[in-house]
């Protein structure tokens, strides 16, 4: 993404600015912004929790309750090899609190679920972690899916299946920006083999406004 801010430069030389990150293995909505006011009134948005965040992801095992909030202090733990977030006690050294609203859309032979999920903060790799946390890990995540004697369906690729679905928030010179991303081609193929239909009524996503 960095490479390609570089080649976006105006006629100023003045580069785009990312406004937020998604994870490397994560699709969908990345939102950029063209101008230094731009960036510093989306990135404020963002802080102060005005925007609001849609994802979808294909988890093992169907949630329950359907419809829940997963609330827990998530840290750093680092390894030789890797770095992970693990869930944490208040008071912990770098603990940060982590808030997600899950709903699941559709279930598939109870194997697997279609979930939509909104994060009220956003810490580093908090919807992986935290669906890790309920024991329903996201499909293909090399860092917290560790369910043993689990096998994929046949024809789902073992690839991450998180997609930064929507994004809704104000535009700095007023209104708003709300911008939807259609599903990448490898969970295109997952929800076509398990039959998901992806316009299907998402409890989140078609909640009515806060």
Known sequence: VDQMLEAMRDAKGQKPRLVHRLDRETSGCLLIAKTRFAASALTGSFRHRSARKIY????????????GRISTYLAKEESEEDSIMRVAAHGDEGAAHAVTYYAVVEASAQKLAWVSLKPVTGRTHQLRAHMAHIDHAIVGDPKY???????LPGGIQKRLHLLARRIVIPHPRGGFIDVTAPLPPHMLQSWNLLGLEADRFDPIENAPEE
Do not use: H, M, R
């Not at 979808?56 to 419809?67: C, E, F, N, S, T």
């Not at 899916?145 to 096998?151: D, G, L, S, T, V």
């Open 56 to 67: 979808w992801a294909l988890v093992a095992g169907v949630p329950k309750p359907k419809q």
């Open 145 to 151: 899916f560790n369910k043993e004697n689990w096998e």
